[in-house]
Every structure is written in C-alpha cells, then in structure tokens.
C-alpha cells in the first residue's frame, strides 16, 4: 500500500476522488462555512482544528522529524482510518502540507508556518504535563534548547512584563465596548 494515501475502513487505497478524499468537512470550504463549537472564540476554533488527541500528536511528531505516513503510524500506533483523516484535516486547514520528491510514489508532510507556530502551545502543553502528568521523581522526556539546557517555563506576560493570569486579564467578546 502507498503511504500517505487515505484507507477506508477495509484498508484499500482510496483515490483523490473518491468522496472520502473529497470530503466536504476537510476540503477547503470558507472559514464561515465551518460548523464551530463557538465561531466567534479564538480557543473554541483552534480546538476545532487541532483539540483531539491524535491531531497534536501528530503535530507534536512533525516537528521531530516525522514526514510520511508509515512515520507517523509507526510512532503513534493511531489506527489507518483515524491517522489518514486527522492528516487531511490538518492539511486542508494550513497546518501540514505535503509534496512528493521527484521520481518517488509516496508524498511526505511538512509543517507550514502556521504547523510551526503550535510549537508553544505544544511546548506549554508539555510543560504543563510535566507538572501535573506525572508523580514526583518518575521518569518523562524533557525538551531542551539547542545547547541541551531545558526550556525555561512558558509564562503569559503583559506588555510590561509583568505576569498575566485567568484572574488578571478578561476576554473581550464579539460587541463588547473597550473600557
């Protein structure tokens, strides 16, 4: 079987268009034309996008080095089905992209600039993990900076420096007057 090419549920290829391929959720309706959990929240859309378990794992692979199908499938262990939908997903939305090198059968993924920017929210994510996700003293990876030192841990800040909090900022919602 080629890589990266969508299964259906029996593991046979499918073709660009066959309506799985083409399915009209992932394929690029306009933004207005997406059923959101919440249109008008920044949070609610972005975990439309990339909130399930598979699809930030996904990522998360992507930016250490994962790029084919078979790559992803063999660090995951996320069943064809579910990895051949999550990776049209994040593709018809600009997380991924793909390209087939000449002369080879199988196309590979790439983050794109906006694949890139989860970095922090991966990062955030992980060091979260890392404080509530394990019991004291117990063994986990660490992410690191390029001169092998950990990460120093991610904190919001205003534009004073100054920390910010769920208790020290407010979302403005769609209509709302500025103070």
């Known amino acids: 079987m080629m890589d990266a090419v969508p299964t259906d549920q029996k ?15 992932w ?3 306009k933004w207005t034309d997406q059923k959101w959990t ?3 929240c920044p ?9 399930d378990r598979w699809s930030l794992l996904i990522v998360r692979d992507a930016m250490d080095g994962a790029a084919s199908f078979t790559d992803f499938l063999g660090r995951l262990g996320v ?3 579910i990895l051949s939908d999550r990776l049209r997903k994040l593709t018809a939305h600009g997380i991924l992209a793909t390209s087939t090198p000449p002369g080879a059968k199988r196309h590979t993924y790439q983050l794109t600039d906006a694949g890139r920017e989860l970095f922090t929210i991966i990062a955030a994510l992980r060091q979260w993990g890392e404080r509530h996700a394990f019991a004291p003293g117990e063994d986990h990876s660490v992410l690191t900076d390029r001169d092998g030192r950990e990460v120093p841990r991610f904190h919001v800040l205003d534009r004073s420096g100054r ?6 900022s407010h979302v403005r919602k769609v209509g709302e007057q500025r103070p």
């Open 38 to 40: 919440d249109p008008a």
């Open 11 to 25: 593991g046979t290829d499918l073709k660009r268009t066959d309506p799985k391929w083409t399915d009209p959720k």
């Open 79 to 81: 069943a064809r089905n």
């Open 43 to 51: 949070v609610a859309r972005a975990v439309d996008l990339v909130g």
């Open 163 to 168: 920390p910010v909090t769920a208790t020290t």
């Open 27 to 29: 394929t690029d309706q």
